[in-house]
């Protein structure tokens, strides 16, 4: 019974560098939605897709964040040339094209920039 | 812009006790609403959700009350376990369905007592 899957789960990255963080949704399930979680607060809307498609890209930054969610393989949210403000946890979620049903959630990747 | 307000940081309650967790929103186009819990170093999961079409919603020990007057719902825990013990997160979205953008609260910390 495979839930939603995020990988890496924790990953480091030096100031500068690429952070690239994958989320296989469930089986099923072609909605995938990416949330961020700063310290001491809530979940922040970033970004809905479905496949091949962006649908609301409202809550991206809009320089240095992009993502993805291509027809064969997982969602991909990028980071490029990243800052110690984008330390925080990375939720991944998905929900199928049923109406009504709720958004399931990965355990998330915790990125942390040195 | 806080739009969904969770205004307790932190609830303690005695194991058999009924919880009440608290959430206000401004946003008067939000119409469906959910309620995920959520333990450290995992993701959030989906417990109970409702539509703006009803004012009560019940599953199992968990019940959601929602007043569109005032903008508030509540969640309602009887009896309350230990294993409640987490941080609750109340979440909104447009156009009756969890489709798309989930705005969420800050949470509020559940500690259930022996």
């Known amino acids: 019974n495979a839930g939603v899957m995020q990988n890496p789960r924790h990953l480091v990255r030096r100031r500068g560098q690429e952070a690239r963080l994958r989320c296989s949704p469930m089986?099923?399930?072609?909605?995938v939605y990416w949330y961020r979680q700063l310290p001491e607060e809530g979940l922040k809307f970033m970004v809905y897709?479905?496949?091949?498609?962006?649908?609301?890209e409202s809550g991206m930054p809009k320089e240095r964040f992009s993502a993805e969610f291509p027809k064969e393989g997982p969602s991909i949210l990028r980071i490029q040339q990243v800052v110690r403000g984008d330390s925080a946890a990375y939720f991944c979620?998905?929900?199928?094209?049923?109406?009504?049903?709720?958004?399931?959630f990965g355990d998330g990747t915790r990125l942390s920039i040195l | 812009d806080q739009q969904v307000k969770q205004n307790s940081p932190s609830l303690s309650v005695q194991e058999g006790r009924i919880s009440i967790l608290n959430c206000d929103y401004t946003?008067?186009?939000?119409?469906?609403f959910l309620w995920y819990k959520k333990y450290p170093a995992e993701g959030p999961t989906f417990l109970i959700s409702?539509?703006?079409?009803?004012d009560k919603n019940e599953d199992g020990r968990f019940t959601v009350f929602l007043n569109k007057s005032a903008k508030h719902l509540s969640l309602h825990i009887v009896p309350s376990q230990p294993g409640d013990s987490a941080v609750y997160f109340c979440?909104?979205?447009?156009?009756?369905?969890?489709?798309?953008?989930?705005?969420f609260g800050q949470g509020t910390i559940l500690t259930v007592h022996p």
């Open positions: 979620a998905s929900s199928p094209d049923r109406a009504g049903r709720p958004q399931h």
């Open positions: 089986k099923g399930h072609s909605h």
């Open positions: 897709l479905q496949k091949e498609n962006i649908i609301d």
């Open positions: 946003n008067s186009m939000f119409d469906y």
């Open positions: 409702i539509s703006s079409i009803k």
């Open positions: 979440a909104a979205s447009e156009g009756g369905t969890s489709y798309g953008k989930l705005t």
